[in-house]
């Protein structure tokens, strides 16, 4: 079957060192508090699996809203990068690859005075049928990882997160030409 590729990436910087940084986006145990998908289905059955900052490493999710899938890290390079086999079962079926990479910054906020660039990466592709969806989907997928970036940087800053998404269903609306 003939798909069509797409990539893209969003950064932030954290101001807390590397190790820091990395021990939280390689421990799945932490993403309920900044996922930006979980936070829109906060009662979403998860299911982690496997030693924390290891490969093998694994979280699985079962939403109705979020869909259904699993991701697992397949590589650590310490102070670098940690990358994932990202797999949706629902609403379709598709394979990514995902990947953080971390990048040691001086900054003045910062309480130890270094800091860390965090860029979250991802490559995958649509059935060449869907081509028309290719930049709704990069847009979308790159705001959740903008917003879920931000809610890194403040869970590792602040040790806590404000931000809540609150669903209120269907509301009808007038009509439109």
């Not at 982690?48 to 079962?62: L, Y």
Request: glycine residues 8%.
């Amino acid at each position: 079957m003939f798909s069509i590729g797409f990539s893209l990436s969003r950064s932030i910087v954290i101001n807390r060192p590397i190790e820091q940084v990395m021990q939280n986006v390689g421990d799945f145990n932490h993403w309920n508090a900044w996922s930006p998908w979980i936070i829109q289905e906060p009662d979403c059955p998860v299911e982690i699996s496997g030693e924390a900052n290891t490969v093998g490493h694994s979280q699985k999710w079962q939403g109705d809203r979020i869909g259904t899938g699993k991701i697992t890290i397949t590589d650590i390079q310490p102070n670098q990068k940690i990358a994932y086999d990202l797999v949706f079962l629902a609403p379709w079926k598709s394979q990514s690859k995902t990947q953080f990479t971390f990048e040691s910054v001086t900054s003045s906020e910062s309480v130890e005075g270094s800091a860390t660039k965090v860029s979250w990466a991802m490559q995958g592709s649509l059935p060449f049928f869907l081509f028309f969806i290719k930049k709704m989907m990069t847009a979308m997928i790159g705001s959740d990882y903008a917003r879920g970036l931000s809610m890194l940087k403040e869970y590792i800053e602040t040790d806590t997160v404000l931000s809540k998404v609150d669903i209120n269903g269907i509301k009808p609306q007038k009509g439109f030409h």
